[in-house]
């Protein structure tokens, strides 16, 4: 899903088993979170600021890792 953020360029989240991915735009890189509720991609979704947000609630808060690299 895209997004209206000056950081972040899209969004997509996996209910099942907890996966948050996120593209950001100034560097193109997808990176996913792991272990993200429902509850934080809820409010990342309708946040005033989504890159705010983000910074706030999920960077550096779940496991990280770039899809490209093995598990």
């Given at each position: 899903?895209?997004?209206?953020?000056?950081?972040?360029?899209?969004?997509?989240?996996d209910e099942n088993a907890h996966?948050?991915?996120?593209?950001?735009?100034?560097?193109?890189q997808t990176l996913i979170y792991?272990?993200?509720?429902?509850?934080?991609?809820?409010?990342?979704?309708?946040?005033?600021?989504?890159?705010?947000?983000?910074?706030?609630?999920?960077?550096?808060?779940?496991?990280?890792?770039?899809?490209?690299?093995?598990?």
């Open positions: 899903m895209r997004v209206h953020s000056l950081a972040i360029e899209a969004v997509a989240y996966v948050l991915m996120a593209r950001f735009r100034d560097s193109g792991e272990d993200v509720p429902l509850e934080i991609y809820d409010g990342l979704i309708f946040a005033d600021s989504i890159g705010r947000y983000f910074h706030d609630h999920i960077e550096g808060r779940f496991p990280q890792r770039d899809p490209k690299s093995k598990h």
